[in-house]
């Protein structure tokens, strides 16, 4: 048997303490989240001592050379890491006013999820992880969403409820959350996040949605180490548009025919 009532569980779960309940859960919240507790076990993830992982900050610093002309150079060190006193916001799994230390596998990985703009300035930290850290692996599972469409209303086997699940966990926590939204659009994750914390896991990994790599959250700050510090700049930036729909779909004609242009890609001056 799955430990989840339904392949919509994490959706019902999410919509509730968004809009209705935040602090005292219902029976079905309470019931899912002791799902997710024992389920999480079956996707632990050990991430060893010595790992190599990024951490990037915007902004940068400045120091004065042997003729004492100021330079930009990268953050001071104690600037990458985060300090209570100034997390007044929550994040994708901290509350607000906790500090949880947000790494990736590539650093290419750390700087796009900072959403700079061009020419922006990003303090990049090499870290290394101090001993063996025990994580949740909230990647998705391989799901086939037009199947997940057309199962609607039949009898599903524990494994699929498992896999739409967990896939629903996976893109909640790698879903980019806009300024508007943040407060409440983190809430779920930072619960989940917390439920994970309550089993003993030292952390969450999960996709990164802006560039190929995974993130890593470790509740503890001190889990792993800075030892090597960088400085870049985003020099440029594309997007790729995508339609699937012919009716809402920009199109012109030629010879005749409707052309439609189905993805529309925009470089950066």
């Known amino acids: 048997m799955s430990e989840f009532e339904s392949e919509d569980a994490y ?28 389920a999480s076990h079956s996707r632990e993830y050990v991430l ?16 004065a ?10 953050k001071a ?10 997390v007044k916001r929550g994040g994708r799994a901290n509350p607000p006013g906790f500090v949880y230390l947000y790494l990736a596998t590539k650093p290419e990985t750390a700087m796009a999820e900072m959403r700079p703009w061009i020419g922006e ?13 025990r994580l949740v ?24 409820v498992d896999m739409y699940v967990w896939s629903d966990i996976s893109e909640a ?21 917390e439920a994970f914390k309550t089993e003993g896991f030292d952390g969450v990994v999960y996709k990164s949605r802006l560039a190929k790599g995974l993130n890593i959250v470790l509740f503890n700050i001190e889990a792993a180490k800075p030892l090597r510090y960088f400085l870049y700049a985003l020099a440029s930036v594309n997007y790729t548009f995508a339609a699937d729909d012919p009716q809402f779909t920009i199109h012109t004609q030629k010879d005749g025919a409707p052309e439609y242009l189905w993805t529309l890609t925009s470089e950066a001056p």
Do not use: H
């Open 11 to 38: 959706r019902a779960f999410a919509r509730t303490v968004r809009d209705q309940r935040r602090w005292i859960f219902e029976e079905r919240t309470t019931g899912f989240l002791l799902s997710v507790r024992k």
């Open 173 to 193: 926590f790698a879903r980019p959350v806009t300024r508007d939204e943040a407060e409440s659009g983190y809430v779920p994750t930072q619960i989940l996040a």
């Open 48 to 63: 060893r001592s010595g790992t190599q992982l990024w951490r990037c900050q915007r902004g940068s610093g400045f120091e």
């Open 77 to 86: 060190p104690r600037e990458m890491i985060p300090n209570s006193e100034f």
């Open 121 to 133: 300035s990003l303090s990049v930290a090499f870290f290394a992880i101090q001993e063996d850290v």
């Open 65 to 74: 050379d042997a003729q004492g002309i100021q330079r930009e150079c990268p």
């Open 137 to 160: 692996d909230c990647q998705r599972d391989s799901e086939d969403p037009l199947k997940r469409i057309c199962l609607s209303g039949e009898k599903l086997s524990p494994e699929e």
